[in-house]
């Protein structure tokens, strides 16, 4: 159970290694493409600006390491900043491309909500995730399996994710009248807008479950 | 109120050498345990966040205050707050490093305001919380101090805000020294006028005594969260047998004969507080079995 935690160097990561180790896993902070390659498991974390990671994540050759890791099947979590490089693209200060593994955007929380009120960005506290109503067991056999519906989790963020196909949305969360998708799977790709590392006891439960599957 | 997302309920942590401490006024400073043992008690019960405060922030021991933080990292998982004496970049860098998540300026912040921008462009606005100690001054007005209200630096608070705000903080700890430690309930003319006339998050802090005094802030001020010590920890101390035998370094009387109770301050759990706030409307991380597994 060797997972790696891929560093481009944008973030504090040692709460998702803490998080790691605290369930069971061995975890290694890493911006090598051969230790993500030969890892069991892999996490993308991240906060900080889309461009600058992409263009981290280039020039450590780490591109094509993930896109490679994630194609053999094995499992591998997006967190945060790492949900949003998944997707094809985002708007965040000009057009940029993503990993492009999740088809869809990444776009910012709209400045003024529907009562022209001002809407607090980034969002930064404790907010509840919710099932797309149409799946009510998509939960199951995921890292959620243990999460109530509702459950409250910490975000920080400023951009969200528009994703193609409604069929890649695990959870919902709305902030100030936005619904939008605060978690992804597409096969062995998990990905949250919000930290399970940050998020209490439940947070840690994500990462149990995760952890099974490696 | 403060329409929105849930109020946050954070247990404040001072710190002092390897010990926890309290006092009222921020003075006459008692020994009350392991800052580790609170911290975890308080993350079973639900807390939202914690923030540790070195309160004597020399530099000889700040190592111990690394120590506490990468130990209770390793086994809590919500996000840490962490200040007192952080004066540079590196320093924040150093605590972050740690497993802080935000870090907590006030003196180094007045004496350099440019050092908020350059510490939320490195490490993102979220990171950076700045620390108001305010005094209520005979005038009505109220002024800015630091090192635990014992420096006075003549800087009108709202103003100051404000300023912080433009510069890149990302939230505010708004600290009453009158109520600070007293448990005579907070500072309502304080936390008013500064949560609104800011769009970052401001924590109110100092006073809490009960719990009416904690829903009375939330709901009639727009406090997005609340900072509570002497409640949560001599409720801690009263329960946990073991502190009793605590032989930390400086003033722990207090822990042998703990029957010295405070009028004003009424333990409580923190179960128990957001159960009530829960209870009066208040939206927060409420769950109705009392301990996490």
């Not at chain 2, 510490?119 to 108001?132: E, H, K, L, R, Y």
Request: with cysteine; hydrophobic share 40%; aromatic share 8%.
């Amino acid at each position: 159970m060797k997972v790696a935690i891929v560093d481009y160097k944008l973030s504090n990561l040692f709460s998702v290694q803490h998080a790691c180790e605290y369930v069971g896993m061995t975890a290694e902070i890493t911006s090598s493409p051969e230790k993500v390659l030969n890892a069991d498991g892999v996490i993308l974390p991240g906060v900080g600006a889309f461009a600058d990671a992409m263009k981290n994540l280039e020039n450590f050759g780490l591109l094509e390491a993930i896109k490679t890791f994630i194609k053999s099947g094995k499992p591998f979590m997006g967190i945060c900043l790492g949900l949003q490089l998944l997707f094809s693209e985002s708007e965040e200060f000009g057009t940029h491309r993503g990993l492009d593994i999740i088809p869809g955007k990444v776009v910012k929380f709209p400045l003024k909500n529907h009562q022209a009120q001002i809407t607090k960005i980034p969002q930064i506290g404790w907010n509840s995730i919710n099932k797309p109503h149409s799946s009510p067991d998509i939960w199951d056999h995921t890292p959620l399996t243990e999460i109530k519906e509702g459950e409250l989790m910490y975000f920080v963020h400023s951009y969200y994710v528009l994703p193609e196909h409604n069929k890649h949305i695990l959870t919902l969360t709305t902030y100030d009248g936005t619904t939008y998708a605060s978690g992804i799977l597409r096969e062995n790709v998990v990905a949250f807008q919000f930290h399970p590392e940050k998020s209490g006891p439940d947070g840690v439960s994500i990462y149990r479950h995760w952890a099974k599957n490696i | 109120m403060k329409k929105g997302l849930n109020i946050r309920i954070i247990p404040k942590l001072d710190i002092k050498g390897p010990n926890l401490v309290k006092g009222i006024h921020l003075e006459g400073l008692r020994v009350l345990g392991k800052p580790e043992d609170f911290a975890r008690h308080y993350y079973q019960m639900g807390a939202d966040e914690l923030i540790y405060i070195d309160v004597v922030a020399s530099l000889y021991n700040r190592n111990s205050l690394h120590e506490i933080i990468s130990r209770t990292a390793k086994e809590i998982f919500i996000p840490m707050t962490v200040g007192g004496g952080l004066r540079t970049i590196d320093d924040i860098k150093s605590v972050l490093r740690a497993g802080a998540d935000k870090v907590s300026l006030n003196t180094a912040a007045i004496k350099n305001p440019d050092i908020i921008k350059e510490a939320a462009t490195i490490f993102g606005s979220s990171t950076i919380t700045i620390a108001i100690e305010a005094i209520k001054q005979p005038t009505g007005e109220y002024l800015a101090y630091t090192d635990n209200g014992r420096e006075f630096t003549g800087i009108e608070v709202l103003g100051w805000a404000k300023r912080a705000e433009s510069l890149g903080a990302g939230e505010i700890l708004l600290t009453s020294i009158d109520r600070e430690g007293t448990g005579k309930g907070y500072d309502l003319e304080l936390v008013k006028r500064i949560a609104s006339a800011v769009s970052i998050p401001v924590i109110a802090c100092g006073g809490a005594g009960t719990l009416e005094h904690i829903h009375e802030v939330i709901e009639k001020s727009e406090a997005d969260a609340v900072a509570i010590a002497s409640m949560l920890h001599y409720d801690f101390v009263t329960k946990n047998q073991s502190s009793s035998e605590y032989t930390g370094e400086g003033n722990t009387e207090f822990l042998k004969r703990k029957t010295e109770i405070f009028g004003k301050i009424n333990n409580i759990d923190l179960n128990t507080i957001k159960k009530y706030l829960f209870h009066h409307g208040i939206p927060c991380r409420y769950k109705e079995i009392a301990l996490f597994p």
